[in-house]
């Protein structure tokens, strides 16, 4: 049908310049990088370029006898284009503010279809004449639509319909300005759409989109709201969006700073001159690179700034530790803080969500390696997130075992002496199995007990079960318990004591095992409740010495009946065997029982009974047994030394 009626654009030159204003403030003011926030400066660069062509395609039309013919056809199918993919793009938005993305979701994969198809017929419309055709001769030409023109509604209807489905379907996760938003769209959008059909000389679609578009831009985080007080970085959210962002579109190259010493100068400075500091760190971090950098407050004493690539954020992290070497100047007061500096960029293929990348900095930035005023570097590989989530899945199955007693277990070592013929003595050892992960090795869960606050549930039950077991088994006369190191901070005399007289245990039948490393971190705490428990009979054995952390004169201040003597002192080398003597005489002649542990072989046996001792473990008397096994052993009279 050729189009017989001259266009009326003047709502369109209104709309147009408005949305031009809209653009100009969107783009000056500093957005934050967020998936929606980008989809929707595509929406507002399309919506000014599908503006402009609908008014120059219009020109264009009512001029047909002036405009050259190609302009005419590529003008007018360049704005038909856009005019399918603004309401398919303003669906992808609401699919991603939803929660949602279009990546491996073959369900929203059909968004597209519409789109692509209509795309195809306009590639061919020059041919086919399917959407529009220019039709006469020179000095008369007509513009005439095709017969699949009404396509171009059907297509905008299916994405309308699409966008006030999802959100009527997930309002719960949308913000009441979201849900608003998308009605009005919707409504304005729709009502254009019927008019042009009715009054196809008015244009006023154009008008419909500039009114929706700045509702919508109200509906945007404003990065003014993710913005610390004190430092002008973004804050924690504004950490995670971008991460979400940077995450779902690339690797993440960043610097995670820790400083010590804020929390001094506010105590002994004031208000004004923290806040003074406060302000001169964030602009510091604000202001790295030449075109402002991404800095982010994480929290009261740690920032992130991010970095383009792995050149960059080498130079930031350089800067930033020859920062932190020297005072910073507060109005003429010399504040000297210290930094930790961990730098570090993601190298997997495997999908990470901000919270994981967040605790996998957490967990490396209180390493011992990660020291004050130097960088340390990180890469982030799928590797280390599959070891990541491996040690959450083991977390989460230890703290459901210890609600359900399924999963642990405990088992026995014999504890040998070779001047006797009984095994009644034995070491107690915790095992895990996991229905899903199968038997998991203590080297993997026992630090996760130790740095997650599980020691306590797990020393309650490590004790408990054995209490239960000696009870059952009067000719049992000694079991070494191992107790956890944090377990000295809350206070366990009471609880351990309490747990023995329930099941009416003789708690000499009880030594404690604690290791060395413990005994040289925590000695005054360790010493108090070493009194209190000997004092109720219990008695106490040193594990692991050898390892490093103490020496004998630490061992003599300590109430420690029995010293287990480290594996690596059997070492064939001159100097360890030396080592070895030296140390089994100085305990013999102390009054202290060394207890060597390891013996794996008969030499290694023969060689620690020449040197005078008389107190062993180790695979080659038996590897640690379940009850009934170890019972069984005890039984039998299996002596390994004959």
């Not at 006023?204 to 404003?222: F, K, P, R, Y």
């Not at 009261?300 to 100047?329: G, M, P, Y």
């Not at 190191?485 to 604690?514: M, Q, W």
Request: contains cysteine; aromatic residues 10%; hydrophobic residues 45%.
């Amino acid at each position: 049908m050729a189009v017989e009626y001259t266009y009326q654009i003047q709502f369109e030159l209104c709309s147009l310049f408005f949305l031009c204003c809209l653009a100009v403030q969107f783009f000056v003011s500093k957005r934050f990088p967020t998936i929606t926030g980008s989809l929707f400066s595509t929406i507002l660069l399309v919506s000014i370029a599908d503006l402009t062509l609908d008014v120059i395609g219009s020109v264009a039309v009512n001029n047909i006898n002036t405009f050259p013919v190609w302009l005419n056809y590529l003008v007018n199918a360049v704005f038909y284009c856009l005019q399918i993919v603004l309401p398919m793009l303003m669906t992808i938005y609401v699919i991603y503010s939803i929660g949602f993305t279009l990546k491996n979701n073959t369900a929203f994969i059909l968004i597209l279809a519409p789109a692509a198809v209509f795309l195809i017929i306009q590639a061919i419309n020059p041919f086919t004449g399917l959407m529009f055709s220019i039709e006469g001769e020179p000095g008369h030409l007509e513009y005439v639509t095709g017969p699949m023109s009404v396509f171009l509604y059907v297509c905008a209807a299916f994405y309308m319909i699409s966008i006030l489905v999802l959100g009527t379907i997930h309002s719960e996760k949308l913000t009441t300005k979201q849900i608003g938003t998308i009605m009005v769209f919707t409504i304005l959008t729709t009502t254009a759409m019927v008019f042009q059909v009715f009054h196809p000389s008015i244009l006023m679609t154009g008008t419909a989109i500039t009114v929706s578009l700045l509702l919508w831009d109200l509906t945007l985080q404003n990065p003014e709201d993710m913005i610390d007080a004190e430092t002008r970085t973004f804050d924690a959210d504004g950490l995670r969006l971008f991460l979400a962002r940077e995450l779902s579109r690339s690797q993440v190259h960043a610097a995670v700073i820790e400083i010590d010493g804020l929390s001094a100068t506010e105590r002994g400075e004031g208000e004004m001159a923290n806040s003074l500091l406060m302000q001169q760190i964030g602009s510091f971090f604000t202001h790295l690179t030449p075109n402002r950098s991404w800095a982010f407050r994480d929290s009261k004493t740690r920032f992130w700034v991010a970095a383009r690539n792995d050149t960059e954020l080498e130079a930031i992290s350089n800067k930033i530790v020859n920062r932190f070497l020297s005072v910073w100047d507060v109005e003429g007061l010399n504040v000297d803080l210290m930094a930790k500096v961990l730098y570090f960029s993601t190298k997997t293929s495997l999908k990470m969500s901000p919270s994981e990348l967040m605790s996998i900095i957490d967990e490396s930035i209180d390493m011992d390696n990660v020291i004050a005023r130097q960088k340390t570097s990180l890469t982030i590989d799928s590797g280390m997130l599959a070891k990541y989530r491996r040690r959450n899945i083991l977390e989460e199955s230890m703290r459901k075992s210890i609600v359900t007693g399924e999963g642990f277990y405990i088992c026995f070592q014999p504890i040998v002496y070779t001047d006797k013929p009984e095994y009644t003595a034995a070491e107690v050892l915790l095992r895990f199995n996991d229905e899903n992960l199968g038997a998991v090795s203590p080297a993997e869960f026992m630090p996760i007990v130790e740095s997650r606050g599980l020691s306590v549930f797990i020393d309650n039950y490590v004790v408990d079960n054995a209490c239960r077991f000696l009870a059952a088994h009067p000719e049992i006369d000694l079991l070494h318990l191992n107790i956890s190191a944090s377990e000295f901070y809350s206070n366990p005399a009471k609880r351990i004591i309490r747990t023995v007289s329930d099941h009416g245990v003789d708690s000499s039948r009880i030594c404690l095992e604690i290791t060395e490393s413990t005994a040289a971190r925590n000695p005054d705490i360790l010493k108090a409740f070493m009194d209190e428990m000997i004092e109720q009979g219990f008695s106490f054995a040193l594990d692991d010495y050898g390892t490093g952390y103490s020496n004998a004169l630490q061992v003599m201040k300590m109430p420690f009946k029995t010293v287990k003597i480290d594996r690596s002192l059997l070492d064939e080398e001159s100097r360890s065997r030396k080592f070895l003597d030296g140390t089994i005489k100085i305990f013999l002649d102390l009054g202290i029982e060394p207890l060597i542990e390891g013996i794996e072989t008969k030499q290694q046996l023969d060689l620690v009974t020449k040197l005078g001792a008389s107190l062993m473990q180790g695979f080659f008397f038996s590897p640690p047994l379940v009850d009934e096994d170890y019972m069984a052993f005890v039984r039998n009279g299996n002596k390994a030394t004959k």
